[in-house]
T-cell receptor, first 114, second 114 residues
Framework: GQQLNQSPQSMFIQEGEDVSMNCTSSSIFNTWLWYKQDPGEGPVLLIALYKAGELTSNGRLTAQFGITRKDSFLNISASIPSDVGIYFCAGRKRIGGGADGLTFGKGTHLIIQP | GAGVSQSPSNKVTEKGKDVELRCDPISGHTALYWYRQSLGQGLEFLIYFQGNSAPDKSGLPSDRFSAERTGGSVSTLTIQRTQQEDSAVYLC????????????FGSGTQLSVL
């Protein structure tokens, strides 16, 4: 199946630091989604991107849909303890429904050190 | 309900036994997905239901896995003759159809096969 390379696999940061993570693929995607998963919970959608070059913010989170349509990044500014969790990228190859159109990365574990 | 509901939240079973996992999607959502999340791994697609269409079963790992969706709402994922490698979190998600399709996840069922 399609592969999304998500990096880094984990991050150990200090509270207040900025965070950056990304996903790359050899395939073109029409949609990029970023999810966050808290322990014991299902992933929750943070940001959805639909156009190449699109830059979207949600509070302290900013995500961009790469121009080549093969990558996306997520930035978190001024991290706080509740940012801890696993962040997943997901790419969709076609607009609309279809399970085979959605591929998830393996996640980035964000750990904030006191 | 307000969100996707899954039950049980935890299931411990003995190798060789059958298990049933239940998912109640968001009311009105026509699309329903099952994913498997193993420790340290991303989300592995299992099966997808869309309205009255035949389900996309392309992600089911073996014929021991099956799922049904009754009345276009509640879904049950059944694993027969469970094996230790079936131990994982099983996540259900639902979505409404449309161009900007987004997944809403339940909290998952943690399955442990002893």
């Amino acid at each position: 199946g399609q592969q999304l390379n998500q990096s880094p696999q984990s991050m150990f940061i200090q509270e207040g630091e900025d965070v950056s993570m990304n996903c790359t693929s050899s395939s073109i995607f029409n949609t990029w989604l970023w999810y966050k998963q808290d322990p014991g919970e299902g992933p929750v959608l943070l940001i959805a991107l639909y156009k190449a070059g699109e830059l979207t913010s949600n509070g302290r989170l900013t995500a961009q849909f790469g121009i080549t349509r093969k990558d996306s990044f997520l930035n978190i500014s001024a991290s706080i303890p509740s940012d801890v969790g696993i962040y997943f990228c997901a790419g969709r190859k076609r607009i609309g429904g279809g399970a085979d159109g959605l591929t998830f990365g393996k996640g980035t574990h964000l750990i904030i050190q006191p | 309900g307000a969100g996707v509901s899954q039950s049980p939240s935890n299931k411990v079973t003995e190798k060789g036994k059958d298990v049933e996992l239940r998912c109640d999607p968001i009311s009105g959502h026509t699309a329903l997905y099952w994913y498997r999340q193993s420790l340290g791994q991303g989300l592995e697609f299992l099966i997808y239901f869309q309205g009255n269409s035949a389900p996309d079963k392309s992600g089911l790992p073996s014929d021991r896995f099956s799922a049904e969706r009754t009345g276009g709402s509640v879904s049950t994922l059944t694993i027969q003759r469970t094996q230790q490698e079936d131990s994982a979190v099983y996540l259900c998600a639902s979505s409404s159809t449309g161009r900007n399709e987004k997944l809403f996840f339940g909290s998952g069922t943690q399955l442990s096969v002893l």
